[in-house]
């Protein structure tokens, strides 16, 4: 069974950091692109970052690019999602996603973990 876990939201200070790791179970991630999406109550979740099983390159957001990272440790099975310099539009429910095949940040990723929630102070 493919299961995607993420981790690492918390309580934060604008101007601090956070990173989110996504563990994967049941495939593995070197074969698959990974993404990142976030979502505030009332508005539609929208990709953050994106990574390339295939090459290992990334895309970003215009509203995080030079302050999120995204990485992938395949030892671990796991993508992160370093944020730094963070601010409080940063607030949101983050979600991982991946897919064999699809690559971006639109929402067509065939699997989806379960939320983690990043609330950054102003």
């Known amino acids: 069974e493919v299961q995607l876990q993420a981790s690492g939201g918390g309580l934060v200070q604008a101007g601090g950091s956070l990173r989110l790791s996504c563990a994967a179970s049941g495939f593995t991630f070197d074969d698959y692109n990974a993404g990142w999406f976030r979502q505030v109550p009332g508005k539609e979740r929208e990709g953050v970052s994106c990574?390339?099983?295939?090459?290992?390159?990334?895309y970003y957001a215009d509203s995080v690019k030079g302050r999120f990272t995204m990485f992938r440790d395949n030892a671990k099975n796991t993508v992160y999602l370093q944020m730094n310099s963070l601010k409080p539009e940063d607030t949101a429910v983050y979600y991982c996603?991946?897919?064999?095949?699809?690559?971006?940040?639109?929402?067509?990723?065939?699997?989806w973990g379960q939320g983690t929630l990043v609330t950054v102070s102003s």
């Open positions: 990574f390339s099983s295939s090459d290992g390159s990334t």
């Open positions: 996603a991946a897919d064999l095949r699809f690559y971006g940040l639109a929402l067509a990723y065939d699997y």
